[in-house]
C-alpha cells in the first residue's frame, strides 16, 4: 500500500501485489539494515562454500544456496515456506562444514588438500625433500598446488632450524585460529558494498518521485513530506486519520491530487486500520478525522488546536443523552470549552443517517458547520482542489 499511494503515479490503476526481487522486498517491509544482515551471513556461507570447494557434498550445498538466491533476484519465492527446504538443507551442511574442520590441525588440513599423496610421500615431504621428488611421486597435482605446498614446507623447516623466527609459527597459529574473523571481514565488506550500491540507487531514483513517506507507529501510519523536505520535525502540519469510504482506497492518491505541486509542510497520514494505542505523542497545527475515525473526537483535544470533522460515518458524542448527563459528558471529554475550535463539514446532499445528528451538534455546542461542495461521502480530489486544501492543510 504504501508503494501504491505515495510513489506511484497518478494516472496508474495497477495494484501491485508484491515486487519482483526479494531482496529489495526485504529492503522495504523489514528495512535496510535487515537487508544488510541478509547480505552478510549470505556472503559467509558462500565464502565457506568455495573454501571446500573440493569436497562433493558442500560444494553441492553452495551451488544449491547460489541458485536460491539468485532465482531471488526476480521472484519472491522466500515467502512460501515450503521453498526454503533445500536451501535450508545447505545451509546447514554449509555450517557443519565449518564447525567440523575446526578440528583438523593446519597441517593436516594442508596435506589433505594434496589428494594424491600417500603416507610415505607426506613424511618425505615434511623430512624436507627436494621439491622434485614431490612432483615426481605426487601425480595429479597441479604446479599451483606444489608450489604452496612445497613453500610451506620451507617456512616450516625454516622456524625449525632457527628458533629466533618462532614468532612466525606464533602469527601463522594466530592467523589461522582468526579464519572465522578473516571470514567475517571479507563477508561485512561484501554487505557494505551491495548494501551501498542498492541505497544508492535507490537514493538516485528517488529524485522522480515528489513525495517522501516515512513508515511510523510499526506501520500504521507514515510521516509525509515533499522530497528533499526534512521529516524529522518534532512539529508536523496536518494530522491525518483516514477512512477509505471518504477518500478512496489510495488515500495517498487522493492526498497528492488535492496538493498537487503545494507545499504541504509535513504530514502524519493514519491508515484505516490504525490502533489508537500507536499514535504518536507529537504537537501538530490541526486534527483531521474522516468517516468513522470521527469517533476520536471524543478523545481530549487542545482548546488552540483546530480540529476537523469530515463526512463523518459515527453519531457525534453526547447524542443519545440530554440535559446536564450531556454537559458532563462533554466536559469530561474536554470538548465543551473548546468546540469552537472544532469544524463539522457535511455533504451537501447526504441521506446517511448521521448527518442531521452532527448538524444539531453543532448547532449546540458552537461548533463551526460547513458543506462540502460535493455529493455524497467519498470526496472526488480532482474537483474543487483549493476547498480541499484550505480545509485540510489550511493551504
Not at 49 to 59: L, N, S
Not at 264 to 269: D, F, P, R
Request: glycine share 6%.
Amino acid at each position: 500500500m504504501m508503494y501504491q499511494n505515495w510513489y506511484q503515479p497518478l494516472e496508474h490503476t495497477t495494484r501491485p501485489i508484491g515486487f519482483v526481487n526479494s531482496f529489495l522486498e526485504i529492503a522495504v517491509e523489514q528495512g535496510s539494515h535487515v537487508l544488510f544482515l541478509v547480505i552478510v551471513c549470505a556472503s559467509a556461507l558462500l565464502l565457506i562454500a568455495a573454501k571446500f570447494r573440493r569436497v562433493g557434498w558442500v560444494a553441492a550445498a553452495g551451488a544449491c544456496l547460489m541458485a536460491w538466491l539468485v532465482s531471488n533476484s526476480w521472484s519472491s519465492i522466500w515467502l512460501w515456506p515450503g521453498l526454503w527446504i533445500l536451501p535450508g538443507v545447505a545451509m546447514l551442511c554449509i555450517i557443519i562444514a565449518e564447525i567440523f574442520s575446526k578440528q583438523i590441525s593446519p597441517k593436516e588440513a594442508l596435506y589433505e588438500s594434496a589428494s594424491g599423496l600417500t603416507k610415505a610421500q607426506k613424511a618425505a615431504a615434511t623430512e624436507g625433500t627436494e621439491s622434485s621428488h614431490v612432483y615426481e611421486s605426487a601425480s595429479g597435482l597441479t604446479l599451483h598446488e606444489l608450489a604452496r605446498i612445497t613453500k610451506a614446507f620451507h617456512a616450516d623447516a625454516l622456524i625449525r632450524v632457527n628458533p629466533c623466527n618462532s614468532w612466525l609459527k606464533w602469527v601463522g597459529n594466530f592467523c589461522v585460529s582468526c579464519a572465522f574473523l578473516r571470514l567475517m571481514i571479507v563477508s561485512l565488506f561484501v554487505g557494505i558494498v551491495a548494501w551501498a550500491g542498492i541505497i544508492g540507487a535507490g537514493l538516485m531514483l528517488a529524485k522522480d518521485f515528489p513525495f517522501q513517506a516515512k513508515p511510523v507507529a510499526r506501520g500504521d501510519a507514515a510521516i509525509v513530506s515533499r522530497r528533499g523536505a526534512s521529516a524529522k520535525s518534532s512539529k508536523s502540519h496536518t494530522e491525518l486519520w483516514v477512512d477509505a469510504a471518504v477518500t478512496g482506497r489510495y488515500w495517498g492518491k487522493a492526498i497528492r491530487t488535492i496538493l498537487e505541486n503545494k507545499d504541504c509542510g509535513s504530514l502524519i497520514v493514519y491508515a484505516p486500520w490504525a490502533l489508537r494505542t500507536n499514535r504518536l505523542e507529537r504537537p501538530v497545527n490541526r486534527y483531521v478525522y474522516t468517516g468513522f475515525q470521527a469517533e476520536l473526537i471524543s478523545t481530549k483535544v487542545s482548546g488552540t488546536v483546530p480540529v476537523i470533522i469530515l463526512h463523518p460515518a459515527v453519531y457525534p458524542p453526547a447524542t443519545q443523552t440530554h440535559g446536564q448527563v450531556a454537559r458532563a459528558t462533554l466536559q469530561s471529554h474536554g470538548l465543551e470549552s473548546h468546540a469552537a475550535t472544532i469544524t463539522v463539514c457535511l455533504p451537501a446532499f447526504d441521506a446517511s443517517l448521521y448527518n442531521l445528528p452532527w448538524r444539531r451538534w453543532a448547532a449546540e455546542n458552537g461548533a463551526k458547520l460547513i458543506f462540502s461542495p460535493q455529493d455524497g461521502t467519498r470526496i472526488n480530489p480532482n474537483q474543487n482542489r483549493e476547498f480541499w486544501r484550505s480545509l485540510l492543510f489550511d493551504e
